[in-house]
């Protein structure tokens, strides 16, 4: 029971008949008489308070939330007290996650209903769970408020935000993708099939020009073919003890996700295939490359609630798991990180044995701290051992990134923010050059 600023300010009025008890005996008395009164009065007033049988709360949202996005959660609470209802309600949300406002207050008249909204921001994914509802209701005479605890269950699942693929196509129908760093390819590149000539532009190769038709017009033209489709790409999903560490308000694999959905998505829009091996000790998921945007929703479906682990993945199960069950050439996007000597040995043991097979992308993310460590003027000796740290890791990095490429793969070391644009524009580029 919590007391009201009523009952505070009745109770405090009691302190003039104490302070007139120096004048007159009698005073003392009506103090007493005061402060038992009111006691009385707060006392009916919260018992006959409404409780769980006067009230229905309910609570409604959507079944698949965004990961780090603003999701409405709506609450309705029906008065069935027989007076007006008033009071605030808390939602027991579930964390890691905020949620705006956190409190709502309500008045509510007999027999209708109010809604109330907030906003929840998931950080973490996976299925979660609203477990209940805290309201606290003002009694009938306004001396005391009830707390009440309402187990309302609501399950849901958090997802990656695929508000992204929503922003590719807006800037897509707005020519728009240049802008935002990406480097889009249309329908033609050095395919197998010619489709037309063109006069030549800027960044378009020597060995696509066309000499006889360039002798004959007296400009330079290329010759352009269409871009082969049902090309296969796999998802390597790194879920070991490399993808824990946090870059803001994400872990390395919520990007490595992000990054690999949405490469997935514009590789569906492209005519691929695509499949997705996600592995940490032991494989977890695994789906055969297929084109589709049904393939799409059996990626989201697989990743949705991947979480890292403290665990050294197994890159050579995943490598054999591959191509056990996998025999034409593909482009394998790795999704992991080489964040000491350990983490970089282990992949350039096991990585290069898909070349010359396949084609392996080695994605990796920086850390911004780090670059800004690296890069900073020490202006003590304690920014100085910062620094030698933070260049030690880098030339670590570095190595690492150049071994990888002698050893026949592409590498992409970028920082978490340039991820999702690095990786659409390096396979744009590779479909371009018919090298998947």
């Known amino acids: 029971m919590l007391l009201t600023r009523r009952s505070l300010i009745v109770l405090g009025t009691a302190a003039i008949w104490l302070l007139l008890s120096g004048l007159s005996p009698l005073m003392l008395t009506v103090f007493v008489i005061h402060?038992?009164?009111?006691?009385?009065?707060?006392?009916?007033?919260?018992?006959?308070?409404?409780?769980?049988?006067?009230?229905?709360?309910?609570?409604?949202?959507?079944?698949?939330?965004?990961?780090?996005?603003?999701?409405?959660?709506?609450?309705?609470?029906?008065?069935?007290?027989?007076?007006?209802?008033?009071?605030?309600?808390?939602?027991?949300?579930?964390?890691?996650?905020?949620?705006?406002?956190?409190?709502?207050?309500?008045?509510?008249?007999?027999?209708?209903?109010?809604?109330?909204?907030?906003?929840?921001?998931?950080?973490?994914?996976?299925?979660?769970?609203?477990?209940?509802?805290?309201?606290?209701?003002?009694g009938r005479m306004g001396f005391s408020i009830k707390r009440l605890s309402v187990p309302v269950v609501t399950r849901a699942q958090v997802y990656p935000n695929m508000l992204q693929t929503r922003r590719w196509d807006l800037l897509s129908k707005k020519g728009a993708l240049f802008a935002a760093g990406f480097k889009p390819v249309g329908r033609f590149g050095r395919g197998t099939e010619f489709s037309q000539l063109r006069e030549y532009v800027q960044d378009d190769e020597y060995s696509a020009i066309d000499w006889k038709a360039t002798a004959r017009?007296?400009?330079?033209?290329?010759?352009?073919?269409?871009?082969?489709?049902?090309?296969?790409?796999?998802?390597?999903?790194?879920?070991?003890?490399?993808?824990?560490?946090?870059?803001?308000?994400?872990?390395?694999?919520?990007?490595?996700?992000?990054?690999?959905?949405?490469?997935?998505?514009?590789?569906?829009?492209?005519?691929d295939q695509v499949g997705l091996i996600a592995f940490g000790a032991k494989i977890q998921h695994y789906l055969a490359p297929r084109s589709g945007a049904a393939q799409l929703n059996r990626i989201i479906e697989a990743l949705y609630d991947v979480q890292p682990s403290e665990v050294e993945s197994d890159y050579a199960g995943a490598i054999r798991k591959f191509l056990a069950t996998w025999r034409k050439r593909s482009l394998i996007a790795l999704f992991s990180d080489v964040v000491d000597p350990t983490a970089s040995s282990v992949l350039l043991a096991h990585l290069p044995s898909l070349h010359p097979r396949h084609l392996p992308l080695a994605i990796l993310m920086k850390d911004p701290e780090l670059t800004s460590l690296e890069k900073m003027s020490p202006a003590s000796t304690a920014q100085?051992?910062?620094?030698?740290?933070?260049?030690?890791?880098?030339?670590?990095?570095?190595?690492?990134?150049?071994?990888?490429?002698q050893a026949g793969c592409l590498v992409i070391d970028v920082t978490p923010q340039e991820l999702t644009v690095a990786v659409i524009n390096e396979y744009m580029k590779l479909k371009a050059r018919s090298l998947i």
């Open 217 to 271: 017009k007296g400009d330079p033209v290329v010759r352009e073919y269409e871009i082969e489709r049902n090309q296969p790409l796999t998802l390597f999903i790194d879920c070991g003890r490399q993808m824990i560490g946090r870059i803001d308000e994400h872990t390395r694999l919520d990007y490595a996700i992000n990054a690999a959905l949405m490469l997935a998505y514009v590789a569906v829009l492209k005519g």
């Open 384 to 405: 100085l051992y910062e620094k030698a740290v933070a260049c030690e890791i880098a030339s670590s990095r570095d190595l690492a990134s150049r071994q990888l490429k």
């Open 35 to 138: 402060v038992g009164v009111t006691v009385i009065f707060i006392l009916v007033d919260f018992v006959y308070a409404a409780g769980l049988d006067d009230i229905i709360v309910e609570r409604s949202c959507e079944e698949k939330l965004s990961l780090l996005a603003d999701n409405p959660v709506t609450i309705s609470i029906r008065n069935r007290w027989g007076r007006n209802l008033i009071g605030s309600i808390v939602d027991n949300y579930p964390d890691p996650g905020t949620a705006r406002p956190v409190r709502m207050d309500f008045n509510i008249p007999n027999g209708e209903k109010a809604e109330l909204t907030y906003r929840y921001r998931p950080e973490s994914r996976g299925d979660i769970i609203f477990p209940r509802m805290h309201l606290r209701v003002r």
